[in-house]
């Protein structure tokens, strides 16, 4: 159940037997030869494939997250820290006002992290509310399938390279881009980031056969609806 493709009355309706949701958070920043709103893309689709047999409400992906490190690539846009948790507390509030009270939050970016926090202070301030807090591409079996297939994965990389996030007509790099190390890349500001990544591509193979993507979004919906469809008390 789209929230785009649903109106008013049918929510009124769902939510007269259920409280459930999901909240995608997404991002629109550099993904080398990706989408730049692959975060937005994968955190809403993610989503909807988890919740589609179950009948729960997907709310459209917040567009917009934390990515001042990337900067120096046109096409990103950034968030203060301040502002993106303001507006994460107006949509949280927005849907307990309406009547949901288990909210799971899909994230595609993990930048947008810091905003956690957010959830706990929503929990506390209204009764009977639930949030989970998701990184879909590093919940524990997502990761451990990533790691059998490629350990070398990474932002921008294969382990993002789906057919939804694919534009068509461009060409992939081929060969395996050498892994940068997290440690290194933050310590400098956005210019110093691009210099040192190039493309974008953190590492890793810029695509991988369609079994083994497949693989990986099979056992990364099913880990979702896991955490829609498990005790919430």
């Known amino acids: 159940m789209l929230i785009s493709e649903s109106n008013w009355g049918e929510i009124e309706r769902y939510l007269e037997t259920d409280d459930r949701c999901v909240l995608p958070l ?38 917009y997250g934390l990515t001042p490190y990337f900067m120096a690539y046109p096409g990103t846009v950034t968030l203060r820290l301040a502002t993106y948790a303001a507006l994460v507390r107006d949509i949280l509030d927005s849907l307990y006002a309406t009547g949901f ?16 926090p957010v959830t706990m202070e ?15 591409w590093r919940a524990p079996k997502t990761w451990a399938c990533v790691q059998e297939i ?13 057919p939804w996030t694919r534009l068509a007509g461009r060409e992939m790099p081929s060969g395996q881009k050498p892994f940068v190390a997290f440690d290194r890349l933050r310590d400098r500001n956005a210019q110093g980031v691009r210099a040192l990544i190039g493309d974008g591509n953190y590492g890793g193979l810029y695509q991988r056969p369609e079994e083994d993507t497949d693989r990986l979004w099979d056992v990364a919906v099913k880990e979702t609806r896991a955490l829609l469809e498990g005790e919430w008390e």
Not at 101 to 116: A, C, F, S, Y
């Open 101 to 116: 009270r288990r909210v799971l939050i899909v994230n595609g970016h993990g930048g947008n992290t810091p905003v956690q």
């Open 150 to 162: 490629d350990p070398v994965a990474s932002h921008a990389s294969w382990m993002e390279n789906f």
């Open 26 to 63: 997404g991002c629109t920043e550099q993904h080398a030869q990706l989408s730049l709103a692959t975060d937005s893309i994968l955190a809403e689709r993610v989503g909807r494939d988890a919740a589609a047999p179950l009948g729960v409400p997907v709310f459209p992906a917040v567009a």
């Open 122 to 136: 929503w929990m506390q301030a209204n009764p009977g509310a639930r949030c989970r807090f998701h990184d879909w």
